[in-house]
């Protein structure tokens, strides 16, 4: 590992948080209703259909959040301690929860099987929003055992080709930044590579990916185009979550990665500021333990 591991394993986990909040109230909206009510949506202002207070995080986080306590609780990452913590956290009545999660978790508390069978249809992206605890405490793990993590821990809700390749893509798009790949090196090694396994993750940035709904591939497009097409955390997310549809997600996705890329230097002070303090306390703490796992 790199001295600079850490700061920028903090700097995913709140990239990840920041992202959800800004996103958040924004979440649905297209970029014509965007710009007609905010201009340029840049603040932590909450709001938005769920009427969140200024900060406040969505299901993207607090899925990761509950990911990562079971890691850290198991030591490893385990399909069936996930499986527990991801029942607990919706016992816990979460302020959002995707379709395709509950009915996975619902048929885990029915059968106690923590795996949902394939399904052509959950091409979503609820493994792929929390998979950055994965990513933190597999760091030194070899690349197949990376996806295999990746793997156990989205096919409790999510078992789906397209669906698996993003999620494993994040998490070593996530390792590789921590470990000092610059961006040209992830567009290269890990989002090229994606798109040329599955040609439906192709981007362009001559055809903008605007309003991505919850679809895996509109969500990849829109997060690649905003993070190769910019040049810092801000600019990132403000591209994101600017192009409306599924924006807390979008934005946690891209804060992730811009977090890995940029460290903690690039995170504006309002954003950090204005995230939720327990949140932002539990993103710091579960970076730090999950990179203990790892090491």
Known sequence: ????????????????????????????????????????????IGGGWLKLRPGQVTDDTTMALALGASILSAGRVDADAAARAFDTWMRGKPVDIGATVRRGLLAFRKTGVAKTPLSEHDAGNGAAMRVLPVALATLRLAEADVRAACRAQAHITHNNPLSDAA???????????????????????RAHPLARLHPEFTFRATRQRQNPSGYIVETMQAVFQAF??????????????????????????????????????GIPRRWLHGLDVATRNACEMQARELLEISA
């Open 1 to 44: 590992m790199t001295n600079a591991t850490q700061p920028h394993a903090t700097a995913a986990y709140l990239g990840l948080a920041i992202g959800d909040a800004l996103g958040a109230t924004v979440e649905f909206m297209t970029p014509r209703e965007i710009a007609a009510q905010y201009g340029v949506h840049k603040d932590l």
């Open 167 to 189: 999620t494993e893509t994040l998490a070593l798009m996530v390792r590789d930044a921590l470990l000092g790949a610059d961006k040209l090196a992830l567009l290269h090694q």
């Open 228 to 265: 190769f097409d910019t040049d810092t955390f801000e600019d990132c997310l403000i591209d994101v979550v600017n192009r409306g549809g599924d924006a807390d997600t979008t934005g946690a996705i891209a804060g992730m990665l811009a977090g890995a890329v940029y460290g903690p230097a």
